[in-house]
């Protein structure tokens, strides 16, 4: 299949995009790095009028230090992650999950922005940010937006986006030199999506022990307080105090009532913690 016929913009400032894509008149789409959005215009899933090309705005593809955070514009790539053409402060957690997001061609043209937004339960960047604890930076006619991106997934290919508003940035918090993480994504080849994700972050200097278990049938499950589970990420072995029934039991309470795929996301988050203090 083709797609249809669609009028194509690139603006050259965030104020250009947002006027497009709030004309309620046509059906607007925009497009950043076009890895999920090429497939679904092909195969007619959606039909725009317009398509608003967002990677020539300098804005989206910028980073910025600003002390306790770092903010990473929306078109930044998977590859200027994974090779730290913007500097990583989470202690090689995002340049590592970068580099086992599909293939080198995908990672090279698909954004941040984009994966955030697309949510798909099983992308990555929606489990690891969550885990690191950053947030969405919405922009729309009536302003800004700051939101965790566990709340932007509202489920599966489903983002809390409001008439003309896009996303124009990741900020990111900045992890203490004593944090420890772990990710672990089960999928059968390299490059594929994953079928169960399990990522934690532990920073006993920020007092912070989360858990997100990823790549479930809706956004991932997210324990903000995770000592109970995971501990204080002060022991030496982080899966010594790893509790996999108190996390079958949050599993269980989000609606996944199968017991292998319950199993599955259980042991992704061990193997991210046995990991971790392998590392
Ligand atoms: C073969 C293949 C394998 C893949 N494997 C994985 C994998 O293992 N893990 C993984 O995480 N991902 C994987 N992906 C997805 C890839 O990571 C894409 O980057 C991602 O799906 C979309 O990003 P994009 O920049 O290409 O967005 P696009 O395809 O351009 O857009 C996706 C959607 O987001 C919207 N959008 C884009 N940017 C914005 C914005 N700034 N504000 C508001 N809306 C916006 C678009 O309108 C569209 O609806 C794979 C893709 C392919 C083709």
């Known amino acids: 299949m083709k797609p249809v016929n669609f009028d194509y913009a690139r603006p050259g400032d965030v104020a ?15 497009m950043a790095g076009s890895q999920s959005l090429g497939p679904m215009l092909n195969m007619r899933l959606v039909q725009p009028d317009l398509l608003v090309d967002i990677t020539g705005i300098e804005e989206l593809r910028r980073f910025e230090d600003r002390g306790e955070e770092i903010v990473l514009g929306a078109c930044i790539t998977h590859a200027d992650i994974e090779d730290r053409r913007v500097p990583d402060v989470t202690r090689g957690a995002l340049p590592a999950v970068a580099k086992g997001i599909a293939y080198r061609a995908v990672r090279n043209r698909g954004t941040i922005g984009g994966s955030l937004t697309h949510a798909d339960p099983s992308a990555d960047w929606h489990s690891i940010m969550a885990a690191v604890g950053a ?37 990111v918090p900045k992890l203490s030199g004593a944090a420890r993480w772990g990710y672990y994504k089960t999928c059968r080849k390299t490059g594929e999506f994953a079928h169960a994700i399990g990522a934690f972050l532990a920073d006993p200097e920020r007092g912070v022990s989360r858990v997100v278990i990823g790549a479930t049938e809706t956004r991932p ?21 790893f509790d996999s029934k108190a996390v079958d039991e949050v599993i269980k309470a989000s609606g996944m009532t199968d017991p292998i795929d319950r199993q599955t996301h259980i042991t992704a988050l061990r193997r991210a913690l046995e990991q971790a203090q392998s590392a």
Not at 145 to 160: F, K, Q
């Open 16 to 30: 250009a995009a947002i006027k497009l894509i709030a004309d309620d008149s046509l059906m607007v789409k925009i």
């Open 135 to 171: 947030k969405v930076v919405l922009r729309g006619p009536g302003g800004e937006r700051v939101i965790p991106v566990e709340d932007y997934m509202l489920g599966a290919l489903e983002a809390d986006l409001q008439p003309g508003e896009m996303l124009v940035a990741v900020r």
């Open 221 to 241: 499950i997210v324990v903000a307080e995770a000592g109970n589970i995971i501990g204080d990420g002060r022991a030496e072995r982080m899966d010594a105090a």
